[in-house]
């Protein structure tokens, strides 16, 4: 813990002007942003006696090491930088609002040629127009099914309309009337864009303009006896009323506003966000936080702004946004709000009458998401809390471990031996973190010696960073690169999980002693009766089967295990598919495939002559030289065995068919976003 008079800057140092400050750790990394009016007053602030501030500030200011600001010229300048270190630093003490799920949104892709209707989620892409977001997408189906028949644009992938536009036949939607079928020149471009304005129009809320001109073309056709279009018309309005009924009316018609409430106790605060256009809710979504900071209902506010409207610009931020609470001062964030709308945002307390009772309605929902929330959380936290006390228990260490390092060794009949490290934190996987490795010390299988090796490798790194850093000389080692992440092998767990049993156990552990660290407690969980070994003992330690310690565990080492699994089929597959093509000089993807297109395999090319070989297109006489030279001096590769049926595929000898790159009864593609976010080492 240190003292904040150790790091407060001397008198007069800090200038009175508005900027932005961050605290940082005594490893640098940042654990606090805030802006300020005047830097001089605010600053002041953290270094009086540490009685006379909030629990959670004097918190903050004891594990800061050193404060460091940034000046600007305006307090809106100030804001938005705030926002950028926020999400840059992500500090630890910093609201930071939590959403479990993300909002579909009902998109436009007016960017396109022919525009397209269709559900989005993710990050907002420039030239798309959004609406929402949505609770279910199962929401926005229905209501683009009801508007197609009115709005017929184009809702299918570029690939069915490409499809389309090829066999001169369009798909279902067109025959049936709810797509213009612009891929096959149906309609012209121009007018196909001006349908999906008109939907783009009707969908932000200037629907009664749209339904009273489909009214009198309606009378208009029934005066003039054309029935049939007037009966047409009577459906579309029908189906736009249908379509207008799913949201309620809620305040005046072309009310463009959104209203957020807060709800907070002393630790946590949920925020609820209903999106209103047109006068009728169209979006509605919410966020809890941990009060992390001291903070008001006006400072959850202003974050929830920030996180709102950090990234949006022009119409996305309505012309009204309605708060419990404002912001003090409330000036700079109206201003940039106005500036992102690049028009003026009205940002008030809504004091009485239909917006009022509507705020009332979002706040309790805002009640009711903090009490569910908590619901869920008191579970899971009790839960995982109660296994790392378990775990410690058992195992006898001195406190709950709160990083845990599970290792796995994988291979295939002692080929592309690999193993990976997961890491879980408080409890939770921590995927930033796992790591996986190629065992290079020797070839064959060995588990005990790989594992020895891979435990040496990684605390070897461990221990290099260490005395990089100079955590042995003074303590100020810095855990992170430049850039705020944290070095690969910088952390050390507490505990070390081995997927085995005593010798892979006796082997980690060897491999530490050898590396003079005896503070990382290890053990291993062998599959066969789910047993816990500890390093020098005879007699593994039986955790109940109903133990929420032993639970966290088989995750920990199940999870250890699909993530070296994963590596190691990838690795297998791509050496099957590898060829003695590859080596050649100068042969690239379309020649190679063009050879083995002509000959019907390698092992065919390998015996065709010189003359026959320049006989594929695009092979000349030296090219065809050298091919020959190279399957010449290739070994001819073994027969690939299709792992699921043991089948020896002999005609495809120097590959493996695409189908049996992966073993049919289990596929490759489980983890696969984690084979990117893992690092090889």
């Not at 840059?88 to 960017?111: C, G, H, I, Q, W």
């Not at 009924?245 to 002393?266: F, G, N, Q, R, W």
């Not at 996180?307 to 022009?314: A, D, S, T």
């Not at 239909?354 to 936290?381: F, G, I, P, W």
Request: aromatic share 6%; with cysteine; net charge negative.
């Amino acid at each position: 813990m240190a003292d904040p008079s150790s790091y407060r800057p001397k008198p007069g140092q800090i200038p009175d002007s508005p900027g932005v400050y961050k605290f940082r750790d005594e490893h640098r990394r940042v654990i606090y942003v805030g802006k300020a009016k005047s830097l001089r007053q605010r600053l002041a602030n953290y270094f009086q006696d540490l009685t006379n501030l909030h629990p959670r500030t004097r918190t903050m200011v004891t594990t800061a090491a050193s404060v460091e600001w940034t000046v600007v010229s305006t307090e809106v300048e100030a804001l938005q930088l705030e926002y950028s270190w926020i999400k840059e630093f992500d500090p630890r003490f910093n609201v930071k609002y939590r959403d479990d799920k993300s909002y579909p949104y009902l998109a436009v892709t007016m960017n396109e040629e022919f525009p397209r209707v269709q559900v989005m989620r993710g990050q907002k892409k420039k030239g798309v127009r959004y609406f929402g977001p949505y609770g279910h997408a199962w929401a926005i189906r229905d209501t683009v099914d009801l508007l197609l028949r009115v709005f017929p644009v184009r809702t299918c992938s570029a690939g069915v309309f490409k499809n389309a536009a090829r066999t001169g036949r369009p798909c279902l939607l067109g025959y049936i009337g709810k797509c213009s079928a612009p891929c096959v020149g149906r309609v012209p471009a121009e007018e196909h864009r001006e349908l999906a304005e008109e939907f783009c129009d009707f969908m932000a809320g200037r629907t009664g303009t749209y339904i009273r001109r489909l009214e009198k073309q309606m009378t208009d056709a029934a005066e003039e006896m054309e029935y049939e279009r007037a009966a047409r018309l009577r459906d579309d309005i029908e189906a736009l009323k249908k379509a207008m009924e799913k949201s309620a009316v809620v305040l005046a018609d072309a009310t463009d506003a959104d209203l957020i409430a807060v709800a907070e106790d002393e630790l946590e605060a949920a925020v609820q966000i209903f999106h209103v256009r047109g006068g009728r809710v169209r979006g509605q979504r919410g966020w809890v936080t941990d009060k992390v900071e001291a903070v008001t209902t006006g400072d959850l506010v202003e974050h929830a702004l920030q996180q709102l409207y950090g990234e949006e610009k022009g119409d996305s931020v309505p012309k009204e946004v309605l708060v419990p609470a404002l912001p003090a001062p409330v000036e700079p964030v109206q201003e940039w709000l106005t500036e992102r709308r690049g028009s003026n945002v009205s940002l008030r307390i809504p004091q009485r009458g239909d917006k009022k009772a509507l705020m009332e309605t979002v706040q309790r929902n805002a009640l009711q998401s903090l009490a569910l929330h908590k619901t869920k959380r008191a579970s899971d936290l009790t839960t995982r809390s109660r296994a790392l006390e378990e775990i410690a228990e058992a195992l006898d260490l001195d406190s709950a471990p709160l990083r845990i390092e599970c290792y796995d060794i994988s291979h295939l009949q002692g080929d592309d031996v690999v193993a990976s490290m997961v890491v879980f934190e408080d409890g939770l996987q921590r995927k930033s973190e796992y790591r996986r490795f190629q065992i290079k010390g020797f070839e064959g299988q060995d588990d005990v010696r790989s594992m020895h090796e891979v435990i040496t490798r990684r605390f070897r790194r461990y221990l290099a960073e260490k005395e990089k850093t100079g955590e042995w000389a003074d303590g100020e080692g810095a855990l992170t690169e430049e850039d705020g992440r944290p070095k690969r092998f910088a952390y050390p767990p507490q505990l070390v999980v081995v997927d085995g049993g005593q010798p892979q156990v006796a082997a980690a552990k060897r491999a530490l002693d050898e590396l003079g660290i005896d503070d990382i407690a290890v053990c291993g969980l062998a599959k066969r009766l789910e047993e816990v070994w500890l390093p020098e003992e005879d007699d593994p330690v039986v955790l109940p089967r109903t133990s929420e310690g032993l639970y966290l565990l088989q995750r920990v080492r199940d999870e250890a295990h699909r993530f070296a699994i994963t590596y190691q089929r990838a690795k297998r597959a791509k050496r099957f598919r590898s060829s003695p093509l590859d080596d050649v000089p100068g042969l690239g993807e379309t020649r190679k495939q063009a050879l083995i297109k002509h000959f019907g395999s390698v092992k065919k090319l390998r015996s065709a002559t010189i003359d026959q070989i320049c006989e594929v297109p695009g092979i000349g006489r030296k090219t065809a030289e050298t091919i020959a030279v190279a399957l010449a001096q290739a070994a001819p590769a073994a027969p690939a065995v299709n792992t699921a049926t043991g089948e020896i595929m002999g005609d495809e000898e120097d590959g493996v068919p695409e189908s049996t790159a992966g073993s049919p009864e289990e596929p490759v593609t489980a983890g696969a976003s984690d084979e990117r976010r893992g690092q090889e080492t």
